[in-house]
Each structure stands twice: as C-alpha cells, then as structure tokens.
C-alpha cells in the first residue's frame, strides 16, 4: 500500500513539474475588420492616363475616409494618401508625376488602419506621358468584335475614346434600310486627352440580320457628324 502511495506522489508531482515547464504562449494578434465599403468607379478599368493629373472618384458606405494608393506594377509609388468622402460619394485629383512609356498602375482603396490587410476596392490603368499618345482625336469599339454574331433584346457595346470636344459621342446601330437605336452618351474624361472606357445598351428592336454598329462625334466648328469606328455584326434571335 505504501508503494502505491509513493507511486501515485511521483506522478502527481511529475505532473506539476511538467506544466510548470511549459512557457507562456502569447495569444495571437487578431487583424481588426475591415469596417465599411468603398468602391473605385472613375476611371474605368482598362483607361490610359495621359494627363499629368488623375481623376479618380467612386462611392463610400460606413466610412469617413479612406486610404488610395497608386502604384506601377514594378512597385513604384505614385499615390499614397488619405481620401476623405461627403455625402457618400468621394473624389480626388492626384498629380501622380508619371512621365515616362505606357505602364500598368493599380490603384487600391484600403483601410486607414494599416493594421488592415484587406483592400476595399482595386482596378487596373494604364499611366503613360502625354508624348505617347497619339495625335488627334481618336475612338474605337472594343466590343463586340467585328463581323460576331450576338443577339437578345440589347447590345451591350463598350469602346474607348479621346480628345473629343465636348466629351460627347453618339453610337448608333444599323442596317441597309435605316437605323434600328441611337444613343448618345458623355464620356467621364474630364481633361479629354485621357483615353477612356465607355459603353452603351444598343436596342435590337426585334431586327435580325448582318447590322453596323457606328460610333461618331459631332465637329464643333463644321458641326458634321465624324465617325471614329465602325464595325459589323450579325444578330441572331440569341446570344452567340
């Protein structure tokens, strides 16, 4: 009886010895959420900045303010300040300083607590000198591509465009006998020289068959109607 007496003592006191030798683990840092939205939606993902000034604007939800940042994708900072929002919209004119060939930048809201590694929104640009454009005013549809086959009650249609003097285009959609939808839409370029995305809702008004789709400008001088692009599409009773 005595020897299990010792034994079980042995144990409880190994026991002890043994939690007493375990160090003090230091909780882990919990990162704080990310409070709020913000969301980037000027300019348009796939923009060329050619002006020495950036205009960005977008909504706000939950948020006073917020961090932007922009940066080329070779790690080179631009942009990295605090944006504050009014009324649930934000807005800002950022002299990025960038002047040399065409180059990827991101631009990133974020947190204003560093702390925070999730981003609220991110898009892509180009950001080149304004030696790199090219002359002129200049405009192309990017989609639909020439001669594709699409269909439905609308025709999504998206393109970009620049130096244009009033910011005003007018896309139109076509066939041999008349015109089948207009509209006209106002480009967010706000120093023109910039290259920007735009897009437009092309009604089909139940017309099947091979259509043009044409993008022009009004001339401010001559007042004459100017195209910038014009493609062909065939549209059918759906999406192809």
Not at 100 to 113: H, K, M, N, Q, Y
Request: aromatic share 4%.
């Amino acid at each position: 009886m005595l020897k299990i007496i010792l034994i079980l003592a042995i144990v409880i006191i190994s026991a002890c010895s043994s939690g007493d030798a375990v160090p003090d683990v230091p909780p882990t840092p919990t990162e704080p959420p990310l409070i709020g939205g913000v969301q980037i939606l000027s300019p348009q993902l796939g923009s060329i900045i050619y002006a020495e000034t950036l205009a960005v604007s977008g909504l706000m939800d939950g948020v006073e303010a917020f961090r932007l940042t922009v940066e080329t994708v070779d790690g080179i900072s631009l942009f990295d300040g605090i944006i504050n929002g009014v009324d649930g919209g934000w807005q800002a004119e950022i002299i990025h300083g960038y002047t040399g060939e065409p180059v990827e930048a991101i631009l990133t809201a974020r947190s204003t607590d560093r702390r925070v590694s999730l981003k609220y929104d991110e898009l892509s640009v180009l950001i080149s000198s304004l030696a790199f454009r090219e002359d002129g005013i200049i405009g192309q549809v990017l989609t639909p591509s020439d001669n594709q086959q699409v269909g439905g009650d609308s025709i999504e249609v998206a393109g970009t465009a620049s130096g244009i003097p009033d910011n005003r285009i007018s896309i139109m959609l076509r066939h041999d006998e008349g015109l089948i939808d207009k509209q006209i839409i106002t480009i967010d370029n706000p120093y023109q020289v910039d290259e920007r995305v735009w897009s437009a809702d092309l009604l089909t008004n139940g017309y099947l068959g091979r259509a043009t789709i044409e993008v022009s400008y009004t001339d401010t001088i001559t007042e004459s109607e100017q195209i910038l692009d014009t493609i062909s599409i065939v549209i059918g009773s759906a999406a192809g």
